[in-house]
């Protein structure tokens, strides 16, 4: 049972990347999905969340209107589409099975390993 989380790199501010969400050994269609970020000296945010009928979505402030959350199924995978990246987007991503609340992402289980994005020109 393994979540894996990829897709990060190096990116001038502005520009886009597209996180990806895989699991392998289980199927993610009936759990919520959580991303979550950690900058250095920072405390993880939850900045989106998709539930698993995609019904109920999640963004946090800092995020919304520049990322967007998305699911296929048939890929066992979950996006998150950054745009308009800025500087202070500079953080390890991660994702995780979560419910997703009005507040964000909650009751993490699964964890994938982080991927790093940097936004620097």
């Known amino acids: 049972v393994q979540l894996q989380a990829f897709g990060g790199g190096l990116v001038q501010p502005g520009g886009s990347l597209r996180l990806s969400c895989a699991a392998s050994?289980?199927?993610?269609?009936?759990?919520?999905v959580g991303w979550l970020r950690q900058a250095p000296g920072k405390e993880r945010e939850g900045i989106s969340c998709?539930?698993?009928?995609?019904?109920?979505?999640y963004y946090a402030d800092s995020v919304k209107g520049r990322f967007t959350i998305s699911r296929d199924n048939d890929k066992n995978t979950v996006y998150l589409q950054m745009n308009s990246l800025k500087p202070e987007d500079t953080a390890v991503y991660y994702c995780?099975?979560?419910?997703?609340?009005?507040?964000?992402?909650?009751?993490?289980?699964?964890w994938g390993k982080g991927t790093q994005v940097t936004v620097s020109s």
């Open positions: 995780a099975t979560s419910y997703c609340t009005g507040d964000g992402p909650r009751g993490m289980d699964y």
């Open positions: 050994g289980f199927t993610l269609a009936p759990y919520g």
């Open positions: 998709i539930s698993s009928s995609s019904d109920s979505i």
